[in-house]
């Protein structure tokens, strides 16, 4: 069974920090480029960053660029997403998903399969 499992959210203030996890399971990991989108309220859903592998190509969307921080980690099967000076207009519903496809990015399409989400709320 695919899954990916996202952890890390909550509710922080302004210019906090936050990690997001994605665990990723019954896929072979390595052969997926992973992406994170986003959900804020009344808008649609955004990529934030992704990651290729195995050669770790790394987008961003220009907003968190210098602020959000893509890795993985192919021991564990996972992907984070470390998020620094966080705004209020980050507040959304953060999501991973999986492409088989290295020029992914923001591509929602060509994401083969997606996590739940998890809550990052950012107050002023």
């Known amino acids: 069974e695919v899954r990916l499992v996202e952890s890390g959210g909550g509710l922080v203030q302004a210019g906090g920090s936050l990690r997001l996890s994605c665990a990723a399971s019954?896929?072979?990991?390595?052969?997926?480029?992973i992406g994170w989108f986003r959900r804020a309220p009344g808008k649609d859903r955004e990529g934030v960053s992704s990651?290729?592998?195995?050669?770790?190509?790394?987008w961003y969307k220009d907003s968190v660029k210098g602020r959000f921080t893509i890795s993985r980690d192919s021991r564990r099967n996972t992907v984070y997403l470390q998020m620094n000076n966080l705004k209020p207009e980050d507040t959304a519903v953060y999501y991973c998903?999986?492409?088989?496809?290295?020029?992914?990015?923001?591509?929602?399409?060509?994401?083969?399969?997606w996590g739940q989400g998890t809550q990052v709320t950012v107050s002023s």
């Open positions: 990651i290729t592998s195995p050669d770790d190509r790394i």
């Open positions: 019954g896929f072979t990991f390595d052969d997926y480029t």
């Open positions: 998903a999986a492409s088989i496809w290295d020029h992914a990015r923001d591509k929602e399409r060509v994401y083969n399969y």
